[in-house]
């Protein structure tokens, strides 16, 4: 099993649809959980940090299900402009440091008009 | 605020040439590091810095050279570039090297090795 396993997509939805995607990962010790945005020959940025006890930043909501291990991303009334690929990304272990992050291979989304 | 930089953004290189990626943030972060990012891969961690004068190894070091002589730049040195090098490269940085810390990025270097 991959350290974290990500669905590719593409997840091709209509604008203003709900559009979830879920990301598993394998170590149970895992301590932090993030989603990345990364645009087409762009950049990855810090879409939202996961907490344990869910967030939500206007349309976009983050949970995390230790006991199945796997964290998820809801995308309310989809824009074009969410038009992107996410990429789950994980702390593995108990170190507090970025150098162990674990990245998913991300899943594409188009939101089409 | 530029954030950060990366040069070039594109490079055409054969093999056994050698060359440095450059890399510099005016946010006065102290981590600094290096990730390549290839087709059915994830992003992965090739050198690190957590401030000037101190580096290590990441999970993919070898073939790769840094150094971090100022806060500020993190130049990524190939040594003798192989096809194996053909990738896009991603300079990036943040406050510490603490979980939680949002990590910035360049905007990429696209490197092919011929």
């Known amino acids: 099993r991959k350290e974290v396993e990500q669905d590719p997509g593409p997840f091709n939805v209509p604008e203003g649809a709900t559009v979830a995607f879920n990301c598993t990962y394998s170590?149970?010790?895992?301590?932090?959980f993030f989603w990345y945005r990364q645009d087409c020959r762009k950049e990855p940025k810090l879409l939202m940090s996961v907490y344990s006890s869910g967030n939500e930043d206007g349309r976009f909501t983050a949970q995390l299900n230790r006991a199945s291990q796997y964290i998820s991303l809801l995308i309310r009334d989809s824009k074009l402009s969410d038009s992107a690929t996410y990429l789950c990304?994980?702390?593995?272990?108990?170190?507090?440091?970025?150098?162990?992050?674990?990245w998913g291979l991300g899943t594409s989304l188009a939101v089409n008009p | 605020n530029a954030g950060v930089t990366q040069t070039p953004k594109f490079q055409v290189l054969k093999t056994g040439q050698s060359m440095t990626l450059q890399c510099a943030q005016d946010?006065?972060?102290?981590?600094m590091s290096w990730y390549r990012q290839d087709p059915g891969m994830g992003l992965r961690l090739i050198h690190y810095s957590v401030g000037a004068g101190i580096t290590d190894q990441g999970e993919v070091p070898n073939g790769y050279n840094v150094s971090r002589s100022t806060t500020e730049d993190f130049p990524l040195r190939l040594l003798s570039a192989a096809p194996s090098q053909t990738s896009v490269y991603f300079c990036?940085?943040?406050?510490?090297?603490?979980?939680?810390?949002?990590?910035?990025f360049g905007s990429g270097t696209q490197l092919s090795v011929l």
């Open positions: 170590n149970s010790a895992s301590q932090s």
């Open positions: 946010m006065n972060h102290e981590y």
């Open positions: 990304v994980v702390n593995p272990s108990n170190a507090g440091n970025n150098r162990k992050l674990i």
């Open positions: 990036a940085s943040s406050y510490r090297g603490s979980t939680n810390e949002k990590l910035f």
